[in-house]
């Protein structure tokens, strides 16, 4: 490998790749240890994959579920993960990379560690290699020769990897773990509190990249009607990234991919639990808040979903019509649901929803403050709304005095007055308003309208869901509620937002300690293992 001479040091490295798979000493892990740093840091170095490495992995994933007892001799039982490992590396950016790894045969030993014929632990860099290799149009048909298989091991793997770590290694003590599963996971350092970590974060990688590989079919309408069963879309809902895979959105990705799919559609909206996912997803401060409006508005906009779906996403997206931009992807968010919600509007009225009063004062609700209200409020003079304005302020006040002197009720309806007068284009001014009623509720023990009026505060909050009491009394409603993971969105964001105004103001930022204690009882009932 150090060979100056080009043309020498390729005939040797050819060479040395043919001799590997005869090897028959610790020698061979050590080559492929330094091997798999080299596809880690050089991904996109031709020179490997020009000289046959892939029909050396592949050969060796073979040996190694083949033959035990060559398996279990001096360290080769770390082969099959290094080998595996590799492919993946040297596949994920570069097409003709990928295309050499076909040709020399890896799909059918990656299959093999799919489908568990060694350990978790190798199921996750083959899901991995798997996924990179389907991701290309070129490699797509090879990955696809296999798709019964594949996409059933996918599915079986997304649904039960964590109940299968947690079993195999996170709740085994010690020295009961398997030596080479903590050697990898934690580079030879092996302390009990760096495996679980590591741990943690591969079962979680190991979801996820099981996930894109669903995706990769699922993105050009294969197996869909396998996919679409309706336990594993319930399963789908449970499935996150996590805190320590943040930047995954789990299972929420592949149900939007879904959603752009007629059958998708149908088996989304025949599921409930799906829906009201979707929902409580939508009013959250999660990272992919927009991906389950996004699903929400499809299933909303198909004729043949829309009717099953309002019902119950109607009481969620309500709350969102005035959320004007979630970063730059997503610009007038609230015009596009009010718009879905209202195109058949009088038709609703008349035929759908006759025998269903809550959706018609749903819509009904929204009609008023998006079409009468806002027609209305065009008329008004700058002169008029500084006047309605001055009377906002001291309905504020009142209700303010009557919240603090223990009458709850009483403020909530000097709140309700105070929204009925205050014009829609004082954004500011209804934020409050809705935060402190959302805030009354809390009190009152009613989680959902405590959760309504605090989301409505947020999304009139700029940029959205950066109103630091409306999140913590959200966060709240969410715990009342028993729904950990929104909770814990909520109540870290409300934590930034306060750091981030304590710097503002030159003082040293600190956590709140009834935040830190919300933190501590989200986070273990929001533990990925939390239901193993």
């Known amino acids: 490998m150090e060979e100056a001479d080009p043309s020498i040091r390729r005939a040797g490295i050819t060479s040395c790749f043919k001799e590997m798979l005869h090897r028959d000493n610790q020698e061979l892990v050590l080559i492929l240890s330094g091997l798999w740093h080299i596809a880690m840091t050089h991904t996109d170095d031709p020179e490997y994959p020009s000289l046959g490495i892939f029909d050396l992995l592949s ?79 070129t490699t797509f048909k090879a990955v696809l020769a296999y798709e019964q298989e594949v996409v059933d091991s996918a599915m079986q793997i997304a649904s039960t990897c964590l109940e299968v770590v947690y079993s195999q290694f996170i709740a085994l003590n010690g020295m ?4 080479y599963q903590r050697d990898l996971l934690t580079r030879g350092i092996g302390r009990t509190e760096l495996e679980d970590r590591k741990a943690e974060e591969w079962a979680s990688q190991l979801q996820c990249w099981s996930l894109y590989l669903l995706n990769c079919f699922a993105c050009k309408g294969r197996s869909l009607d396998l996919i679409c069963r309706g336990e594993f879309l319930k399963d789908l809902c449970e499935m996150w990234g996590g805190l320590v895979n943040h930047s995954n959105p789990g299972g929420v990705g592949l149900i939007r991919i879904l959603c752009y799919t007629k059958i998708g559609r149908e088996r989304i909206a025949d599921c409930k639990e799906v829906v009201q996912y979707l929902c409580n997803l939508s009013r959250s401060s999660d990272d992919w808040q927009y991906m389950g409006i996004d699903c929400l508005l499809l299933l909303l906009r198909d004729q043949n979903t829309r009717y099953q779906v309002i019902e119950i996403a109607i009481f969620c997206l309500i709350d969102l019509i005035e959320l004007n931009n979630l970063g730059k992807a997503r610009i007038h968010i609230g015009e596009a ?21 809550k959706v018609q004062e749903a819509l009904d609700e929204l009609w008023i403050l998006k079409v009468e209200k806002g027609k209305r409020e065009r008329l008004l003079t700058q002169e008029k709304v500084k006047e309605k304005r001055v009377l906002v302020d001291l309905i504020k006040q009142q209700a303010k005095s009557m919240f603090w002197a223990g009458h709850i009720e009483e403020a909530m309806l000097k709140y309700n007055e105070a929204l009925e007068i205050c014009p829609l284009r004082l954004r500011k001014d209804r934020m409050v308003i809705y935060s402190n009623r959302g805030q009354c509720h809390l009190l009152l023990g009613d989680a959902d309208s405590a959760i309504r009026d605090t989301t409505r505060a947020l999304c009139l909050s700029s940029p959205a869901n950066n109103h630091c009491k409306s999140l913590w009394r ?42 830190a204690r919300m933190i501590s ?7 990925l293992f939390a239901g193993s």
């Open 59 to 137: 050969n060796l994933i073979m040996k190694g579920i083949s033959d035990k007892d060559w398996l279990l001799r001096d360290q080769n039982i770390y082969v099959p993960y290094y080998a595996a490992h590799i492919i993946g590396s040297y596949t994920m950016n570069k097409a003709e990379f990928a295309e050499k790894a076909v040709e020399s045969g890896v799909i059918p030993p990656l299959i093999k560690l799919l489908r568990g014929k060694l350990s978790w632990v190798e199921q996750r860099v083959a899901v991995r290699a798997l996924g990179h290799l389907a991701s290309y149009e």
């Open 474 to 515: 959200r966060s709240q409603a969410y715990d009342m509620k028993g729904l950990s993971r929104e909770s814990l969105m909520d109540c870290l964001m409300f934590v930034d937002g306060c750091m981030r105004s304590e710097k503002k103001r030159g003082k040293h930022a600190k956590i709140p300690h009834y935040a």
């Open 521 to 527: 009882k989200q986070m273990e009932a929001a533990w």
């Open 176 to 179: 009961k773990r398997s030596k």
């Open 337 to 357: 649901i009010s718009r879905t919600l209202l195109q058949d509007h009088s038709k609703m009225i008349r035929s759908k929803f006759k025998d269903n009063p």
